[in-house]
């Protein structure tokens, strides 16, 4: 029996920014199978998250490979890379990076108006975008405010509900609870990780607070 593809594959990565003396980040492998939760640890300037953009197609490596889903991602131009990221790679940044003017609901439903698979695998988008915040514990007389009147624990869950819509096989976070106390971090990780089983998505989250590494299957740290 032949074993399914890894939603992610690093092969002898290397990457350093252009012009740089040494190289910022040296990783040889790392495997993460499908619907697997990865917690990616490690002090300021280790690499997180640009390995997390190397991950995401956003970088490519000087030498070595990334495979999502089975797909080397350096034998995509930058459009299709795009594609790719847009079709199947759920995104929680850590500013949230939200769009302040538009209200709740029409940021969770963003992914939905830049992929057309988003939009099929979410069925009906307004319905699964309602679901989704309502799993995350939002309020929902808050689905007609724009972004910028939320607090910081409501915008986390939006982008939260973005990043989920419509069913990404991979979902990437960087560092999204760095604003939060320990008890509504360890809170959010769990209603995150269910929601991310629910879809059958694997999760790569960049984190600086090892406590929260418990939450997860996999644990990788990065040296300074």
């Known amino acids: 029996m032949v074993a399914p593809t890894p939603a992610l594959a690093v092969h002898d990565l290397e990457f350093r920014w252009a012009g740089g003396a ?29 390995l997390l953009n190397l991950i995401g197609g956003v970088l490519l490596p000087t030498k070595g490979r990334v495979e999502l889903l089975g797909q080397p991602l350096c034998g995509l131009s930058a459009r299709r890379r795009d594609a790719f990221r847009a079709d199947h790679l759920g995104f929680i940044f850590q500013q949230f990076n939200l769009l302040p003017y538009l209200s709740v609901l029409d940021n969770v439903l963003l992914p939905c108006r830049f992929s057309a698979r988003r939009a099929r695998q979410a069925r009906d988008p307004q319905a699964e975008a309602r679901r989704l915040l309502g799993a995350l514990d939002l ?6 405010r724009p972004a ?21 096989e991979i979902l990437m976070a960087d560092e999204p609870t760095s604003a939060l106390d320990a008890e509504r971090q ?24 090892i406590r929260l590494a418990s939450h997860f299957d996999q644990l990788m740290v990065l040296d300074a």
């Open 22 to 50: 040494s190289f910022l980040l040296r990783l040889p492998k790392l495997t993460l199978h499908r619907g697997r939760s990865l917690f990616l640890h490690g002090p300021s300037g280790s690499g997180k998250s640009t």
């Open 148 to 168: 910028a009147a939320l607090s910081v624990g409501q915008q986390q869950r939006v982008a939260a509900a973005r990043a989920l819509i419509g069913q990404p």
């Open 139 to 144: 309020d929902p007389g808050l689905l007609g």
């Open 186 to 209: 360890a809170a959010f990780v769990t209603l995150l990780l269910s929601e991310a089983r629910r879809a059958g998505s694997s999760v790569v989250f960049v984190s600086h607070d």
